[in-house]
């Protein structure tokens, strides 16, 4: 890799746009099927059981994959890394434009997910490498931004294209612009590092993908039997056990797993991981509120979603400079404050809660939530050296998206177990409300270590 100060910033500005656009297109197709998954239902006559899979297949794709990227990035220059991603997208997304029958739909979600896992590692560890240390938290900032505020348009981008056209067209108006990002990233994008002449451990890559699977395979299974995913999720975890013991031994692991010891890295990675699967988890129960207790459309509902969305984006835009100046104290505590705040009519959902408080309460925990994600992004890379930065990046997006699918999985399941569905939006509203506090405990914690380290 070369310097950050050997690449000027005209380059930089035409690699974050190029990375961030590319980027935001494969979050916010990863929940575009949402509000499609009913229509998709009906037209492919398949059962609800199977048409979920186009979202959650996606998501366990994302995990898998996604430790696979750190190897990619050292082996092959930046250019070729990212022209291989967007190709594989483009492919998933011309699979889905021509699909006819389910298998083929569910296929074209699959390729695109496993670039899309890549495409998110990729752009972390390009953006940290190339802007200077004391950058790091406004260029993080922005990469946040992307990771919130994508996943959370999505549903309403959908909407609103589902209005007036098929289900087919959120492949095909994504396709032209990841044909353009591929023609601008291809033409444009600098060849800034370096690639090394590392050995792939193929042992180490069928393990990570045996493992990772079943892990997040049980997480489906455990809705329809709790035995089979059960005994998934005890082989999947001690799989993924001899997979970090054997990346412990390798000179050049897939993974480096080792920067686990760093308690900036461990501690702000955790805090990270509970504002995100407060964010999805949220994001995931609110749609199921007011469409099946308020009646209120899928159109209508994505809208109720989109301040969030908004004041999300705007909040880890200017959070990311004030992190560089000050550091991530204040933020994250005000954050916390402020989502703690919001969950108050969140918790008191009943028949006839205004549709106003809840748009309100919805977006200013979206808010709180980006003053915390943002620092501890930052936070989590402040040890790291240029090196561990892919490693970082395939194991902080690895956990998160793990960690993503297991909050929306747990709100879903708490959500359907009462026989009142009132009773049971509350009781998943109560579930993020305790990952808050969680993620306050867990910063508390690091604070604490930060302080001892100093003295």
């Known amino acids: 890799m070369n310097q950050q100060g050997q690449i000027n910033s005209r380059i930089r500005r035409i690699v974050t746009i190029v990375l961030l656009g590319a980027c935001f297109i494969s979050l916010a197709s990863q929940t575009m099927m949402v509000t499609a998954l009913p229509v998709i239902q009906e037209e492919l006559h398949v059962s609800l059981n199977a048409v979920q899979w186009l979202t959650t297949g996606y998501t366990l794709i994302i995990g898998i994959v996604t430790p696979l990227s750190s190897n990619m990035y050292e082996k092959f220059t930046n250019r070729h890394v990212f022209t291989g991603i967007i190709g594989t997208f483009i492919i998933g997304t ?18 695109q997910a496993a670039a899309g896992g ?28 992307v990771i919130s505020a994508a996943p959370a348009l999505g549903p ?60 997040l395979g049980s997480l489906t299974v455990f809705q329809i039997n709790l035995w089979y995913g059960l005994a998934m999720l005890i082989v999947g975890l001690l799989i993924i056990a001899v997979f970090t013991k054997r990346q412990l031994r390798l000179k050049n692991p897939m993974l480096k797993v080792q920067i686990f010891a760093y308690p900036s890295f461990r501690w702000m990675t955790i805090v990270g991981i509970f504002a995100f699967m407060v964010l999805l988890g949220t994001e995931q129960l609110m749609p199921i509120y ?78 709180g939530n980006a003053f915390v994600f943002s620092p501890a992004l930052s936070e989590a890379f402040s040890e790291l050296s240029q090196e561990e930065n892919s490693h970082g990046t395939a194991l902080n997006n690895t956990l998160r998206q793990v960690s993503g699918a297991v909050s929306v999985t747990l709100c879903v399941v708490i959500a359907n177990t009462p026989t009142s569905l009132v009773s049971g939006i509350r009781y998943g509203m109560w579930s993020t409300v305790i990952m808050v506090v969680l993620m306050i405990l867990c910063f508390y914690h690091y604070l604490n270590i930060k302080k001892a380290n100093q003295k």
Not at 191 to 202: A, E, L, M, Q, V
Request: positive net charge.
């Open 94 to 111: 011309l699979v889905g434009c021509f699909a006819s029958n389910f298998a083929t739909l569910l296929l074209a979600r699959l390729i």
């Open 290 to 367: 007011t469409e099946k207790i308020l009646g209120i459309g899928s159109f209508l509902s994505g809208l109720i979603l989109l301040p969030g969305a908004i004041g999300n984006a705007i909040t880890a835009y200017f959070v990311g400079p004030i992190y560089d100046k000050y550091g991530p104290k204040w933020l994250v505590m005000i954050g916390a404050v402020i989502m703690l705040l919001a969950s108050i009519p969140l918790v008191l959902v009943n028949h006839h809660s205004s549709v106003l408080i809840l748009t309100v309460a919805y977006m200013l925990r979206m808010i």
């Open 156 to 215: 309403t981008i959908s909407g609103l294209i589902l209005e007036f056209l098929s289900w087919r067209w959120l492949f095909i108006l994504v396709l032209p612009l990841m044909i353009l990002a591929f023609i601008v990233g291809y033409l444009k994008l600098p060849n800034f590092s370096t690639p090394r002449p590392i050995k792939i451990d193929y042992l180490s890559v069928l393990i990570s993908l045996i493992g990772s699977g079943l892990a």
């Open 118 to 145: 890549m495409l998110m590692t990729f752009q972390m560890t390009t953006m940290i490498s190339i802007y200077p240390i004391e950058k790091r938290g406004a260029i993080l900032g922005l990469s946040s931004l």
